[in-house]
């Protein structure tokens, strides 16, 4: 598999783009980063082909004082939720493509490095420098701190929902994942399994597509599968010396049984790894299928793929599916999934 | 202060260590020059150290031997010695040579900024920290850290004009 670049996105004032999150169809791509700005970059014109086309849609700034370093949607696009270095969350709501900024999360001391909505939409998790995650009760426009959690002994860099169950992972500078979920009956959240593998800061965290399986992206330079046999997640496969340099994201696309796994480097480059869950006759494997070197000029900080189209979603096949990438050179591009051999970069910019 | 008195070493001349060659092809405005440990070292030899009316290269905190270049892959490797296993500004010491490259060097350049083994007793938390671009980034948008490392920074700008 090879990516070949399919546009450019160039408006974060040349400063580090941090973070990127597609709305849940797909139409709508959000960017942030240390121009304390967030943009929405979208399509007008319907050649889906020639992957142009993508413009800056709007700029929502004045949220936060400092670098936005995470944006996610919620299930229903309705709303935005961003964080910043600034110790601050903020839920911006979209009516009619105009946003406005409708609640500023305050519980954290510092740094809120990560942001995500569960897949019922009711709850939010954030996490960050003060070691905390906290998880926020949404009814409409108001957020209440349902849980606060110190299971980590530093720094929290990531927070990802499973994809159907009120099951939340982290994960962090003190290099594990943590899992935290209510008992039945109980409102109480607390941290269920710890997963210990990586040797060093665990920057990403990923559920697969029923959330059987959880993928982590580590300083290590390595990938891990965690698979739930019984109630518990373990490890099920290792793929190590992925990148020639820390890997900062990955992103899942595919079905309950395998998948790609896109991933994110210092080194500049972006890897695509082919994911086999486990099955009655086979263990579970990583295998590496590309690598694009030189993805930008600059760290890769975050990769997303772009959700398919509803009734495309069962399709078997990987090609033509397209991921973005947001990088320290400033840069937002999209790619799309082709068969082959990597060569070397053209960036169309 | 961590080390009341320390040993203040003389420093060497800016041109030390480079053949005839080397200075003739520095000279030209046409050669391509690569980026080389000397110019790594000149650009953070005049730092000071941020408790002592010293700089790095007097304190031997930095020293060339410490820096290794990889112009071709663009890679730029420092370890740099606090002057005692304890000392408690050894983060901000690293902090400092960091912000100096990120500076200016070429933005292709990976910079890696580590202890030299065995001369911290934290040698692996700070080495860690150092090197989380996340805890670097927002340390530098903290106004007051970020004064207190122009302030390391000071001398090195002055001697560059």
């Not at chain 1, 169950?165 to 009956?185: F, N």
């Given at each position: 598999?090879?990516?070949?670049?399919?546009?450019?996105?160039?408006?974060?004032?040349?400063?580090?783009v941090?973070?990127?999150?597609?709305?849940?169809?797909?139409?709508?791509?959000a960017?942030?980063?240390?121009?304390?700005?967030?943009?929405?970059?979208?399509?007008?014109?319907a050649?889906?082909?020639?992957?142009?086309?993508?413009?800056?849609?709007?700029v929502?700034?004045?949220?936060?004082?400092?670098?936005i370093?995470?944006?996610?949607?919620?299930?229903?696009?309705r709303?935005?939720?961003?964080?910043?270095?600034?110790?601050?969350?903020?839920?911006?709501?979209?009516?009619?493509?105009?946003?406005?900024?409708?609640?500023?999360?305050?519980?954290?001391?510092?740094?809120v490095?990560?942001v995500?909505?569960?897949?019922?939409?009711?709850?939010?998790?954030?996490?960050?420098r003060?070691?905390?995650v906290?998880?926020?009760?949404?009814e409409?426009?108001?957020f209440?701190?349902?849980?606060?959690?110190h299971s980590?002994?530093?720094?929290?860099?990531?927070?990802?929902?499973?994809p159907?169950?009120?099951?939340?992972?982290?994960?962090?500078?003190?290099?594990?994942?943590?899992?935290?979920?209510?008992?039945?009956?109980?409102?109480?959240?607390?941290?269920?399994?710890?997963?210990?593998?990586?040797?060093?800061?665990?920057?990403?965290?990923?559920?697969?597509?029923?959330?059987r399986?959880?993928?982590?992206?580590?300083?290590?330079r390595?990938?891990?599968?965690?698979?739930?046999?019984?109630?518990?997640?373990?490890?099920?496969?290792?793929?190590?010396?992925?990148?020639?340099?820390?890997?900062?994201?990955?992103?899942?696309?595919?079905?309950?049984?395998?998948?790609?796994?896109?991933?994110?480097?210092?080194?500049?480059?972006?890897?695509?790894?082919?994911?086999?869950?486990?099955?009655?006759?086979?263990?579970?494997?990583?295998?590496?299928?590309?690598?694009?070197?030189?993805?930008?000029?600059?760290?890769?900080?975050?990769?997303?793929?772009?959700p398919?189209?509803?009734?495309q979603?069962?399709?078997?096949s990987?090609?033509?599916?397209?991921?973005?990438?947001?990088?320290?050179d400033?840069?937002?591009?999209?790619?799309?999934?082709?068969?082959?051999?990597?060569?070397?970069?053209?960036?169309?910019? | 202060?961590d080390?009341?008195?320390p040993?203040?070493?003389?420093?060497?001349s800016?041109?030390?260590?480079?053949?005839?060659?080397?200075?003739?092809m520095?000279?030209?405005?046409n050669?391509?020059?690569?980026?080389?440990?000397?110019?790594?070292?000149?650009?953070?030899?005049?730092?000071?150290?941020?408790?002592?009316?010293?700089?790095?290269?007097?304190?031997?905190v930095?020293?060339?031997?410490?820096?290794?270049?990889?112009?071709?892959r663009?890679?730029?490797?420092?370890?740099?010695?606090?002057?005692?296993?304890?000392?408690?500004?050894?983060?901000?010491?690293g902090?400092?040579?960091?912000?100096?490259?990120?500076?200016?060097?070429?933005?292709?350049?990976?910079?890696?900024?580590?202890?030299?083994?065995?001369?911290?007793?934290?040698?692996?938390?700070?080495?860690?920290?150092?090197?989380?671009?996340?805890?670097?980034?927002a340390?530098?948008?903290?106004?007051?850290?970020?004064?207190?490392?122009?302030?390391?920074?000071?001398?090195?700008?002055?001697?560059?004009?």
């Amino acid at each position: 598999m090879r990516l070949e670049e399919v546009a450019a996105l160039q408006g974060h004032e040349e400063l580090r783009v941090w973070h990127i999150a597609w709305s849940p169809s797909g139409a709508t791509l959000a960017s942030c980063g240390e121009d304390k700005t967030i943009r929405l970059w979208g399509r007008h014109g319907a050649t889906e082909q020639d992957g142009g086309g993508w413009c800056c849609q709007a700029v929502l700034e004045e949220g936060h004082q400092r670098t936005i370093r995470c944006v996610a949607w919620s299930p229903d696009t309705r709303f935005l939720a961003s964080c910043s270095f600034d110790g601050t969350a903020s839920v911006w709501e979209c009516i009619e493509n105009e946003f406005d900024c409708v609640a500023s999360l305050e519980g954290h001391e510092n740094e809120v490095k990560g942001v995500a909505w569960a897949a019922s939409g009711s709850l939010l998790a954030t996490c960050g420098r003060d070691k905390a995650v906290f998880i926020w009760e949404a009814e409409d426009e108001n957020f209440e701190v349902a849980a606060v959690m110190h299971s980590h002994t530093q720094d929290v860099k990531c927070v990802a929902w499973h994809p159907h169950e009120d099951i939340l992972a982290s994960s962090s500078y003190d290099d594990t994942i943590r899992l935290y979920s209510r008992a039945p009956g109980d409102d109480d959240w607390r941290c269920t399994s710890t997963l210990s593998g990586h040797t060093s800061t665990v920057w990403c965290v990923c559920f697969t597509a029923d959330g059987r399986g959880i993928l982590s992206a580590s300083d290590d330079r390595s990938i891990i599968l965690w698979e739930k046999q019984g109630e518990l997640y373990s490890e099920a496969a290792r793929l190590s010396e992925v990148h020639e340099r820390a890997i900062y994201t990955l992103s899942w696309t595919g079905s309950t049984a395998h998948g790609l796994v896109a991933a994110g480097s210092s080194d500049d480059a972006i890897s695509i790894t082919q994911v086999a869950l486990s099955s009655t006759n086979n263990p579970a494997s990583l295998r590496k299928d590309g690598m694009q070197p030189s993805a930008h000029q600059g760290d890769v900080n975050c990769v997303a793929w772009r959700p398919l189209p509803e009734d495309q979603q069962d399709a078997a096949s990987m090609v033509g599916r397209v991921v973005a990438s947001a990088g320290d050179d400033g840069m937002v591009r999209l790619w799309r999934c082709v068969e082959g051999e990597a060569s070397d970069t053209m960036h169309l910019d | 202060m961590d080390n009341a008195n320390p040993t203040v070493y003389a420093a060497a001349s800016e041109q030390a260590g480079r053949s005839a060659e080397d200075l003739a092809m520095e000279a030209d405005p046409n050669a391509r020059d690569p980026i080389d440990s000397l110019e790594v070292f000149d650009l953070i030899r005049h730092i000071k150290d941020p408790e002592h009316p010293h700089t790095l290269e007097q304190l031997r905190v930095a020293q060339l031997q410490l820096i290794s270049v990889d112009d071709s892959r663009s890679r730029v490797f420092v370890h740099f010695s606090p002057t005692i296993p304890h000392c408690s500004m050894a983060t901000l010491i690293g902090l400092s040579i960091r912000v100096k490259l990120l500076r200016t060097l070429p933005t292709r350049f990976k910079i890696d900024v580590n202890i030299t083994p065995g001369t911290h007793a934290s040698e692996a938390a700070v080495n860690k920290q150092l090197n989380d671009k996340e805890r670097v980034a927002a340390a530098l948008e903290n106004e007051n850290l970020l004064s207190v490392v122009n302030k390391c920074l000071a001398g090195v700008d002055q001697h560059e004009q």
